[in-house]
């Protein structure tokens, strides 16, 4: 297992801005793809956003033209450019990784290694 770490949460208000981080925290082997996920209480964890090793990205419809998922790649570093956020926005926020091809990548089982979450909650 290759634990992932977030940073980056926190709390704001309605049309903040926030920007999250995810590095792995060892030696990682060939990663394909990246995300983003969330969990709001009561909620099953849901996509977010997806970036593959080639760039090529994919988000959920509510925060398309709002989010945008990026990678360094010579570090590993994920990041998610949170913009103008809204009170349903507010979950924990995971980010994953996963050393397999797929066919796409907004599902939850497509991914391997798992960071701890980081809180965002956004006020009204």
């Known amino acids: 297992q290759v634990p992932l770490v977030e940073s980056g949460g926190g709390l704001v208000q309605a049309g903040d801005s926030l920007r999250l981080s995810c590095r792995p925290s060892?030696?990682?082997?060939?990663?394909?793809?990246w995300a983003w996920f969330s969990q709001a209480p009561g909620k099953e964890r849901e996509f977010v956003a997806s970036?593959?090793?080639?760039?090529?990205?994919d988000y959920a419809d509510s925060v398309k033209r709002r989010f945008t998922i990026s990678r360094v790649s010579a570090d590993n570093t994920l990041y998610l450019q949170m913009n103008s956020l809204k009170p349903e926005d507010t979950a924990v926020y995971y980010c994953?990784?996963?050393?397999?091809?797929?066919?796409?990548?907004?599902?939850?089982?497509?991914?391997?290694?798992w960071g701890q979450g980081t809180q965002v909650t956004v006020s009204s």
């Open positions: 060892g030696r990682t082997s060939t990663l394909y793809a």
């Open positions: 970036i593959t090793y080639s760039g090529s990205t």
């Open positions: 994953a990784a996963t050393e397999y091809l797929s066919s796409r990548y907004d599902h939850a089982s497509v991914y391997d290694f």
